[in-house]
C-alpha cells in the first residue's frame, strides 16, 4: 500500500486536501481513541505517510519512486512525448494512435501529465511512456 492510499487521497491531491484527509484520519485512529491494537501501528502508518507527502521536496522524491516501482512491471512499447498526441477540441482530450487501431487518450484537465505517465491502450495490452 503506497503513501496516499494509507491518507485515502489521490496522487493529484493538493496540500489541502492531503491535510484534512490526515486530520480526519488522525482522528479515527488515535490510539487514545481506538482500544484495538492495530490502532496504534494504523496511527503511526498514517503519520509517516503524512511526514512525506505534506514536504513538496520528500513528495516529487517519493512519486518518482513510485513511478519507478509500478512501472517496473509494466513492459513499455514505445515512449513519445505529450507533442506527439494530436488535440481533439469537441472531445477535450489528447489522442495518440496505438498499432492496433485504437487510441491512447489524455483528457485535457487531466493535470498528471506535468509528469511522466504509463498509459494502456483502450482496446490491447500495449503500454507507452509519456514522457513529459
Known sequence: MNYYQILQVSK?????????????LVRKHHPDKNLENEGSEKFLEIDKAYKIIKDPALRKI????????????????N???????TYDEEENIYYYECKCGS???????????????ILSCDECSLNILVKN
Not at 515512449?79 to 498526441?85: L, P, R
Not at 491512447?104 to 505517465?117: A, G, H, P
Open 12 to 24: 493529484n491531491a493538493t496540500q489541502e486536501e492531503i491535510k484534512q484527509a490526515y486530520q480526519n
Open 103 to 117: 487510441f491512447y487518450t489524455i483528457d485535457n484537465n487531466d493535470n498528471s501529465t506535468s509528469e511522466d505517465i
Open 62 to 77: 517519493y512519486d518518482s519512486e513510485l513511478f519507478q516501482k509500478e512501472s517496473s512491471h509494466l513492459i513499455i512499447h
Open 79 to 85: 515512449s513519445v512525448t505529450k507533442k506527439d498526441f
